[in-house]
């Protein structure tokens, strides 16, 4: 429930803040609504210049994970990597200087995660289409490939990629940094999180170990769907500081529920369960491995 609220508060935020101009579908998980917004640089490098447009000298660079305010979304467009987004006036600090300028979106992170000096850093590097077929027809899935980076005092420690399960699922995104949850040899979990902005969009986390020896170890998903009073897909996770938890197992248990034709006093459906699932997951604190057991 948090989460669907969560989703239609940030939708009606979005549509204060809508301006009429081009289409920038693809930026819609970066979820840069107000007045101004705190970012990372995503990119290895970005320019910056002096207005929204490539063939403008670049003014300054900036680095992986340099702090930035977003102060504009310009309606000017640009396309990279089969992105199309647009140019963001943003607020940064050079020598000790508070300067402004023109980046591309993408170059930016789609939110901020950092733990003492470590930054976990994640943005969209590219569209990542896959194509199905269904009766000879091929059909398009828009996907994104993800990536996330953990950088601490400007250098690169570790990289991990994903691609999302779909476009409808990329709304919206949001990231969390946990504890090591009670698992051998790992500093934090990371999770990273897709949503849409309607009934019955699968809303999805991806999950990261942050080891103590500084690699990023993917976990598995977990997803969870709602269709308002009719239906609902749930998967959660019980990690081994948890009620019922193990330890070094990482336990993913699943229920769905369908309204019946029984209404409760408050008008809504009785449900009633109609599948339940469970797996575990062996975690390798020597190896950084994490495994289903059969």
């Not at 989460?3 to 081009?22: D, H, I, M, N, R």
């Not at 340099?66 to 089969?82: A, F, H, M, S, Y």
């Not at 690169?156 to 919206?172: P, V």
């Amino acid at each position: 429930m948090k989460k669907l609220l969560l989703v239609v508060l940030l939708f009606a935020t979005k549509s204060l803040f809508a301006q009429e101009g081009p289409d920038f579908s693809d930026m819609r998980s970066w979820s840069i609504y107000g007045d101004t917004v705190s970012r990372y640089i995503f990119a290895d490098t970005a320019f910056v210049r002096v207005s929204p447009d490539t063939r403008q000298a670049p003014k300054d660079t900036l680095l992986l994970g340099d702090n930035i305010k977003v102060l504009e979304i310009t309606q000017k467009p640009l396309t990279i990597r089969g992105l199309k987004g647009p140019w963001l006036k943003i607020e940064y600090s050079k020598n000790g200087e508070v300067r402004n300028g023109y980046v591309w979106q993408g170059l930016i992170s789609c939110a901020q995660m950092r733990r003492g000096d470590t930054k976990f850093i994640y943005g969209i590097e590219r569209r990542a289409d896959s194509i199905t077929f269904e009766n000879k027809t091929a059909d398009t899935i828009r996907r994104f490939m993800v990536r996330l980076k953990a950088v601490q005092n400007g250098n690169l420690l570790a990289k991990i990629g994903f691609t999302t399960l779909d476009d409808e699922s990329a709304n919206y995104s949001g990231g969390k940094l946990m504890s090591g949850m009670g698992l051998t040899n790992v500093q934090n979990i990371i999770v990273i999180n897709f949503s849409g902005e309607a009934c019955g969009i699968p809303t999805c986390d991806y999950y990261f170990a942050w080891t103590k020896d500084s690699m990023l170890v993917r976990f598995p998903d977990k997803t969870n769907v709602g269709d308002a009073d009719a239906y609902y897909h749930s998967e959660e996770f019980i990690f081994p500081n948890e009620k019922k938890g193990q330890p070094d197992l990482v336990i993913w248990e699943m229920s769905e529920e369908e309204a019946t034709d029984v209404v409760n006093k408050d008008g809504s459906h009785k449900m009633k369960t109609t599948d339940k699932g469970r797996k575990v997951y062996q975690w390798d604190g020597e190896k950084k491995q994490i495994i289903l057991q059969k």
